[in-house]
Nanobody
């Protein structure tokens, strides 16, 4: 089992920044790629960003590219999402996810169905 706990969400004005963290515990040695997803009110959960096991490869949704940065510290078993230039449409519950499948050192799935473990989510609200 892998337990994921997100933190860092909150209320911020448009144009502001937030940094989300996701702390992993349990069988962390089994974790490979990790990702961030979000679900806005009344909408389906969508991909935000993903990072490979080594951290050498990152992937972003077009809507956040250039504004968000995903990173990880494997020594601390922690995943991060730095969010800059936030917009009201970024308002959502943000979830981190862990994939236990090794698909290569540059591999990180964009499909949420490929992730094995999920956190409980942290709410980000961006006011206009």
């Amino acid at each position: 089992q892998v337990h994921l706990v997100e933190s860092g969400g909150g209320l911020v004005q448009a144009g502001g920044s937030l940094r989300l963290s996701c702390a992993a515990s349990g069988r962390t040695a089994s974790v490979r790629a990790m990702g961030w997803f979000r679900q806005a009110p009344g909408k389906d959960r969508e991909f935000v960003a993903a990072i490979s096991w080594s951290g050498s490869s990152t992937y972003y949704a077009d809507s956040v590219k250039g504004r968000f940065t995903i990173s990880r510290d494997n020594a601390k078993n922690t995943l991060y999402l730095q969010m800059n230039s936030l917009k009201p449409e970024d308002t959502a519950v943000y979830y981190c996810a862990a994939d236990l499948t090794f698909g290569g050192f540059s591999y990180a799935p964009l499909n949420q169905n490929e992730y094995d473990y999920w956190g409980q989510g942290t709410l980000v609200t961006v006011s206009s």
